[in-house]
C-alpha cells in the first residue's frame, strides 16, 4: 500500500505571507498527488484561510461506479456557543478562534459560502443538500478556554498519512502557550477495512472522527443532536459512518480494540517479557445494532504506558500470508498520546490507550 507521509508546523490561520493550518493541509494533499484525494474548494491553494473543502472519491470494486464525498474543514472567526435555547450557535464577544476548526462531510450538492469579512475570512460555512451531510465535528488543537495568550501566529504541529482510502490527521497546538491546555487531537477521514467476506456496500464505507476540547452535547444545537435521530453520530466520541447496512445514513459506530482493563494494576516497563515485542491492536468498528463491521485502516491502539509520543513502532510480516513468520514486509508506525478530552477513545475499551498510525509500509530485507 502507498502512503503519503509527512509532518510540520503553521500557524493558526493564513495571514500576510504565511500559509495557515488548513493552507499547509492542503498543499500536503496535493504533494501527495493521489487521484483519489483533490482540493474540491477553494479552487486557488493561495485562497485557503479558513475554510478548506477536500473531495474524496469512493469508487465499487471495478471502479465502474463512484460517489464523491466532501469533507468541509471550517474554523469560525470567533469562538462560538450554544444560544440559550441550544437552537442556534453564536460568537462569543471578544474572543477569537485560534484553537479549533469544524468539520462536516457529506455528498450530494456542496455549496461553498460567499460572504467574507474585512481580512478575507469566510463568516459561515458552506452549504448541504437536506439529509446529505454530517453534523460538527470540532476539531480542536488548544482549550478553547485557556487563559493563556494564543493569537494566530500559534504554531501548531501536524502529521499526515495519506493512502488510496484514507486521511489520518494529528495535530497538537504549541506546548509552549500552555503545555496543559496543549492538545494532541487524532483526526480518521476516509474508508474502513471491511471483514473478509463482509457484505459492506462500497457506496457506505466511509467515516469520519476527530478529537474535541468540548463534549458534542456542549456546542451541537438541539437539531443537530438528533438529526438522524438518537443515535446522530458526532464524529467526535465515536466514527461517524456515512451509511449503516441498511443505509440508515451519518450514524454513531463505536471502536473497540483488544486491551486489559483500563485501570488494571499493572506497571510496565518495555515491552512484553515473553515475546520482547509490543503488543498493538487493530481499532475495530462496531455498531450497536449491525454488530461489528471492520476496522480502521493503517491505525492500531497502543497501551500509552509502554511507549513515547511520536515514537515508532515497526511490525515485520509476510505480505503474502499476513504472518510474521519468514518476513519480507515491514510497517512503520507514529505513535501518538491522545490528549483530546473528547475522542473516539472516550467511547471506546480503553480510555487510557493511544494510537499510532501507518507511516510508511517498505520491503524487508533481514
Known amino acids: 500500500m502507498a502512503v503519503y507521509f509527512n509532518e510540520g508546523f503553521a500557524p493558526v490561520c493564513s495571514y500576510d505571507t504565511i500559509p495557515g493550518l488548513l493552507q499547509k ?41 463512484t460517489r464523491d464525498i466532501y469533507i468541509e474543514f471550517y474554523q469560525p472567526v470567533n469562538v462560538q456557543k ?50 446529505m451531510a454530517s ?41 509552549s502557550a500552555n503545555k496543559l491546555d496543549r492538545i494532541i487531537s487524532f483526526g480518521y477521514f476516509g474508508k474502513i477495512k471491511p471483514f473478509k467476506n463482509s457484505k459492506e456496500r462500497w457506496s457506505s464505507n466511509f467515516g469520519v472522527s476527530v478529537g474535541s ?42 471502536a473497540a480494540f483488544t486491551t486489559p482493563d483500563g485501570f488494571v494494576d499493572k506497571k510496565l516497563e518495555g515491552p512484553s517479557s515473553y515475546t520482547d515485542k509490543y503488543h498493538m491492536s487493530p481499532v475495530y468498528v462496531f455498531h450497536g445494532f449491525d454488530g461489528y463491521r471492520g476496522e480502521l485502516q493503517g491505525v492500531v491502539a497502543t497501551d500509552r504506558s509502554t511507549v513515547v509520543n511520536k515514537d515508532d513502532l515497526i511490525h515485520k510480516y509476510n505480505a503474502t500470508t499476513g504472518q510474521e513468520d519468514n518476513p519480507d514486509t515491514q510497517d512503520i508506525y507514529k505513535v501518538f498520546l491522545v490528549n483530546a478530552p473528547y475522542s473516539l477513545l472516550t467511547n471506546a475499551t480503553n480510555v487510557m490507550y493511544g494510537v499510532a498510525m501507518l507511516k510508511k509500509t517498505e520491503p524487508y530485507t533481514p
Not at 484561510?49 to 470494486?61: A, C, F, I, M, P
Not at 493569537?151 to 504549541?174: N, R, Y
Not at 476540547?213 to 453520530?233: I, M
Open 25 to 65: 493541509v492542503a498543499g500536503e494533499v496535493q504533494t501527495a498527488a493521489n487521484a483519489n484525494w483533490t482540493i474540491h474548494f477553494p479552487a486557488d491553494i493561495a485562497d485557503i484561510k479558513n475554510l478548506l473543502v477536500l473531495r474524496y472519491q469512493l469508487k465499487n470494486e471495478n471502479e465502474s461506479e
Open 82 to 131: 450554544l444560544s440559550a435555547d441550544e437552537t442556534t450557535v453564536e460568537d462569543v464577544a471578544d474572543r477569537k478562534n485560534f484553537y479549533y476548526t469544524e468539520v462536516v462531510y457529506g455528498t450530494g450538492v456542496y455549496s461553498p459560502p460567499t460572504q467574507k469579512d474585512s481580512d478575507g475570512y469566510y463568516v459561515t460555512p458552506g452549504a448541504w443538500e437536506e439529509d
Open 213 to 254: 476540547d468540548v463534549p458534542p452535547g456542549q456546542y451541537l444545537t438541539v437539531e443537530e443532536r438528533t438529526r438522524y435521530s438518537d443515535k446522530t453520530g458526532t464524529g467526535v466520541t465515536d466514527i461517524c459512518m456515512l451509511e449503516t447496512f441498511t443505509g440508515f445514513p451519518m450514524q454513531a459506530h463505536m
Open 135 to 175: 453534523v460538527r465535528s470540532r476539531f480542536s488543537w488548544f482549550k478553547n478556554d485557556t487563559a493563556s495568550t494564543i493569537k494566530k501566529w500559534l504554531p501548531i504541529q501536524f502529521w499526515i498519512s495519506l493512502t488510496d482510502d484514507v486521511m489520518a490527521l494529528v495535530v497538537a497546538g504549541d506546548a
